[in-house]
């Protein structure tokens, strides 16, 4: 079994991860303090790839990270990711949140759309709609039109509020997370850290304008050697 440790605050006295307490304990752990809590989710190598030795995120992850996926997406009325991502990682809806697909050109070749327990959200410019309804013709989904052809979080956040759904988890990509920590919009980081190297592999962020200053709100460590960080951004919200 796993043995997880809280080491910042603490330490704590280690705890079986994968023990049905200890879900219930991640949850208050990781529980926003507003419910329009803003939250990136990632997981990369020691070197920063977020893209392990499959060219996907899962070679990278572990069962206590996605324990920790769990929480915080059960945490989120909204689980916003790219559409480069879905194409990658091939993903699934979560089931205790809705999915939202960004794109700006409509293309969503490879989806697995159809396979959602809530009906997705699909968020491009007016420009890409009719190309999204061309290519999920009979898969049930809501188009989120954007007014602007270049991505603007804030009309992103303000159109997923519209709808109920203030709290979001962005689970990337790299660009996609870019332009919102850019735009001032991100309360935290939340970064599992793998126990791997991976080279030349995806940064976690490869473009970054601004330089937000960071607080370490916890830290948990497991005993295979994965740390799981909880980064408060200091500067969140003050973007003009």
Known sequence: MTALTLLV????????AEAPATRDWLAELYRPPSPTWVR?????????????????SESLSSPTDRRIL????????VVLV???????EGYASPRHAR??????SGDLTGHRLGESFLRPLIVCPESAVERVELQLRGTAVEILPLRSEVLDPAEVLAGLRERGLPGVVCEGGPT?????????LIDELCLTTSPQLRAPGTPLLPHLVRTPRARLAHLLADDTGYLYARWALRDRGQAG
Do not use: M, Y
């Not at 330490?11 to 079986?16: A, G, H, N, T």
């Not at 999915?99 to 700006?104: K, Q």
């Not at 996609?176 to 001032?184: S, T, V």
């Open 9 to 16: 605050p603490g330490p704590s006295e280690p705890r079986e």
């Open 40 to 56: 990136l989710n990632f997981v990369a190598s020691i070197n920063g790839s977020v893209v392990g030795v499959d060219g996907t």
């Open 70 to 77: 769990g929480v915080l997406r059960q945490h989120a009325d």
């Open 82 to 88: 790219g559409a480069r991502t879905v194409r990658r």
């Open 99 to 104: 999915l939202a697909v960004v794109t700006r």
């Open 176 to 184: 996609l997370a870019a332009a919102f920590l850019d735009a001032g």
